[in-house]
Antibody, heavy 118, light 113 residues
Framework: EVQLLESGGGLVQPGGSLRLSCAAS????????MNWVRQAPGKGLEWVAM????????YYAHSVGGRFTISRDNSKSTLYLQMNSLRADDTAVYYC???????????WGQGTLVTVSS | QSVLTQPPSVSGAPGQRVTISCTGS?????????VHWYQQLPGTAPKLLIY???NRPSGVPDRFSGSKSGTSASLAITGLQAEDEADYYC?????????????FGSGTTVTVL
C-alpha cells in the first residue's frame, strides 16, 4: 500500500524558513517523480515543485522559484521541500504527491499545514 | 486565477446526473494534453478519480466518467449519491512562453440536495 507521510509544517514568521519532509513507503521510491502541491485555506490546488526519480532534475512554479528547493534522498525514500523567504501567501496545506506517466498525480499524502504570520 | 476554468458549484438530487466542465486553452487541453480529475472529500486530501481523460483507477465506481473535446473536458456523475458531496478538480499540463506547468482547475463543489 502506498503511503506518503508529510511532516515539518508549523507557524513561521514572514521572511523565515521551514523544511518539509515526506516519508514514502509501499513503492520503489527512486523510480518515480515526486511533487509538492499546496492548497491555501479555502482555495484550490496549486502545483509547487517536481523532482525526477533518478536524475534529480527539478522544476518549480513561478510563484516559488528561487525561494523553494525540492530534493530527495532515495536511500531513505524521503522527499523534502526547503522553503526560504516565506511570505503570507505561502500559507497553505502542502501535499506530497507521487507522479506517474508524466502528468498523473496518483497518490497524495495527508498534508502538512504551513502558516506564515507575525 | 486558475488556468483551467470550472463552475464554482453544481447540485443535484440523489440519483440524478450532474456534469462539471473544465475549460482550458490551446496551451493545455487544446494542445492535446490529457485531463485528470480529483475528488476531495471534506477535510481530506485529494484523490485521483479519473485519469487520461476517461479512465477510472481501480475502486472508483463506474458512475464517474470523463470526456474531453477540443479545449474542454467534462466529468459526469450519474446516479448521484450523498457520499459524492465533495470538491472536484480537473488538472492538465500547460506549455506557455513562461515554461511548463502542471495546472489545476478552480474547483467545483458538488452538493447533493
Amino acid at each position: 500500500e502506498v503511503q506518503l507521510l508529510e511532516s515539518g509544517g508549523g507557524l513561521v514568521q514572514p521572511g523565515g524558513s521551514l523544511r518539509l519532509s515526506c516519508a514514502a513507503s509501499g513503492f520503489t521510491f527512486s523510480n518515480y517523480a515526486m511533487n509538492w502541491v499546496r492548497q491555501a485555506p479555502g482555495k484550490g490546488l496549486e502545483w509547487v515543485a517536481m523532482i525526477h526519480g533518478s536524475s534529480g532534475t527539478t522544476y518549480y512554479a513561478h510563484s516559488v522559484g528561487g525561494r523553494f528547493t525540492i530534493s530527495r534522498d532515495n536511500s531513505k525514500s524521503t522527499l523534502y521541500l526547503q522553503m526560504n523567504s516565506l511570505r503570507a501567501d505561502d500559507t497553505a496545506v502542502y501535499y506530497c504527491v507521487k507522479l506517474i506517466d508524466g502528468t498523473i498525480f496518483d497518490y497524495w499524502g495527508q498534508g502538512t499545514l504551513v502558516t506564515v504570520s507575525s | 486565477q486558475s488556468v483551467l476554468t470550472q463552475p464554482p458549484s453544481v447540485s443535484g438530487a440523489p440519483g440524478q446526473r450532474v456534469t462539471i466542465s473544465c475549460t482550458g486553452s490551446s496551451s493545455n487541453i487544446g494542445a492535446g494534453y490529457d485531463v485528470h480529475w480529483y475528488q476531495q472529500l471534506p477535510g481530506t486530501a485529494p484523490k485521483l478519480l479519473i485519469y487520461g481523460n476517461n479512465n477510472r483507477p481501480s475502486g472508483v465506481p463506474d458512475r464517474f466518467s470523463g470526456s474531453k473535446s477540443g479545449t474542454s473536458a467534462s466529468l459526469a456523475i450519474t446516479g448521484l449519491q450523498a457520499e459524492d458531496e465533495a470538491d472536484y478538480y480537473c488538472q492538465s499540463y500547460d506549455i506557455s512562453l513562461s515554461g511548463y506547468d502542471y495546472v489545476f482547475g478552480s474547483g467545483t463543489t458538488v452538493t447533493v440536495l
